[in-house]
């Protein structure tokens, strides 16, 4: 197991359009964490699961986005109906339930709305 | 409302000098904090965290240094290597909130001139 894994690396979609992002966690990790950032700014929480439970959605989850975590394996990020001002960095991070070493994030999905 | 600031985005150091990032929060909940690590392309990386029962944890060049009273805490690299250049965050969270949900900080861009 080489980490959390995100696909795919960079998405570009039209306004509008549906896009899916998929997050591997680590495998022993119960604790899975959506992050999203824009340029300047630090990583800004979107929601988290334990096991399969989604325990808590920020209030910038509009009702566009919607998360899975089936099996409480991997999860999927959904954006309906996108809109330029969801471009960003869509960031994954697994933990386990109590951790002092602090989640490891995956490298990111970018996704550009034109 | 920021929570976390980290209001120097930039900073400059020659190799083998010390770097000192300050991060500063408003929450006086907040009982745990850490530093993260970001290079392009990349996902954050764990760098190193202190509890709020300490004042200063160390890990080889790493130093963070935490001020309850000032509510600030700051990250010592000694000494900076070219290696070290990235972008850092600071990061809380309130570890009886259950969610282990990270406040971040808006990074400083560390660059260490060789």
């Known amino acids: 197991d080489t980490g959390v894994s995100q696909n795919p690396r960079h998405k570009i979609t039209k306004r509008g359009q549906n896009v899916t992002f998929r997050c591997d966690p680590i495998s022993e990790h119960n604790r899975l964490y959506w992050y999203r950032q824009t340029l300047g700014q630090g990583p800004e929480f979107l929601t988290y699961?334990?096991?399969?439970?989604?325990?808590?959605k920020s209030r910038l989850l509009s009702d566009r986005f919607s998360a899975e975590r089936p099996k409480g394996s991997f999860s999927t990020l959904e954006i309906q109906r996108t809109e330029q001002g969801d471009s960003a960095m869509y960031l994954c991070?697994?933990?386990?339930?109590?951790?002092?070493?602090?989640?490891?994030f995956g490298s990111g999905t970018r996704l550009t709305v034109v | 409302d920021q929570q976390v600031k980290q209001n120097s985005p930039s900073l400059s150091v020659q190799e083998g000098r010390i770097s000192i990032l300050n991060c500063d929060y408003t929450n006086s909940m907040f009982d745990y904090f850490l530093w993260y690590k970001k290079y392009p392309a990349e996902g954050p990386t764990f760098l190193i965290s202190i509890s709020s029962i300490k004042d200063k944890n160390e890990d080889g060049r790493f130093t963070v240094f935490l001020n309850k009273s000032a509510k600030h805490l700051s990250l010592h690299i000694v000494p900076s290597q070219p290696g070290d250049s990235a972008v850092y965050f600071c990061?809380?969270?309130?570890?009886?909130?259950?969610?282990?949900?990270?406040?971040f900080g808006t990074g400083t861009r560390l660059k260490v001139l060789a």
């Open positions: 699961f334990q096991n399969e439970a989604q325990l808590e």
């Open positions: 990061a809380a969270y309130l570890t009886t909130s259950g969610t282990y949900k990270y406040i």
């Open positions: 991070a697994s933990s386990l339930e109590v951790s002092n070493y602090g989640y490891t």
